[in-house]
């Protein structure tokens, strides 16, 4: 009799390892993701920065399994926490070689720019059309950049070779004071956005002796990706943001945000880049 028991009992057994291996993966499963950033969204929808609300509208799609914490950091100290840390992820990054070997990025772009300007003010006197060599060479200009902020490859390339003609702003807040230092005639110039200061500055006079002057020559679109962690859990944070990102109904929010955002002809250009991305049709 004792002998019949035991099939049985091992059944039982084998029961109760497939019961713990079960708590044992949902105790694995995402509950907070660690987002750090030098710009920390509202916690509503009144926050006009666009990619703060492509983040707000990925942490609803998250909830209520996983919710996103935000912790300020300047861009340096984010991609060292980032590469010291097993669950750090930063949020709209270009993506590079150099970069993907410290990190993972996910499929999926959640935006998309125009190229970066060389925005100077109060200076009517240069062409539109110019290089950086140019700028450097002939004017001797002295451009400010955010540290830790990548430009595009071209650009980053530049950079090092003449680290001399810039100089690096560090901190949480070091785009508003490189706005600043141009506007207090610190800098000849600085690379920046044409968006970030139209907005920033739409109510200011100032902003009618700002130029935008293209300095690189390709008119692409610079995309803004999600990074973290290369770690196992990077990898878990990683698949959950891209199973948002995938959806379509998420990738028709992030076009008609930029579509409200951007005015032509950048418009048609970051849309149609962002259509062929993820594979939507471009009519």
Known sequence: MAHGMKVPIIFVLSLCVLFVSSLSAEQKQLTKIQIVSDFIPEDNKADRNIANKIMLTIGEELSPDTSLEFIPASRLRAWKQLKTMPDVCLYNKVKNDERQHSAFFNQYPIMAFPANRLVIYNHPELPQNLTLEDVIQKHKFLIGISAGRSYGKNI??????????????????????????????????????????????????RIDK??????????????????????????????AFDKVLKQTSMQDQIIKLHQQVFSEPERSLLISALKAKFNLPLN
Request: hydrophobic share 35%.
């Open 156 to 205: 980053d390339q530049y950079i090092t070779s003449h680290p001399d003609s810039f100089i690096n702003i560090a901190g949480e807040t070091s785009s508003r004071r490189l706005h600043k230092m141009l506007f207090q005639n610190k800098l000849d110039a600085i690379l920046e956005y044409t968006a970030v200061l139209k907005d920033r500055f739409k109510n200011d006079p």
């Open 210 to 239: 700002v130029r935008f002057l293209s300095i690189d020559e390709e008119s692409h679109a610079v995309f803004g990706y999600l990074a973290c962690s290369r770690s196992e859990q990077g990898k878990l944070n990683i698949a």
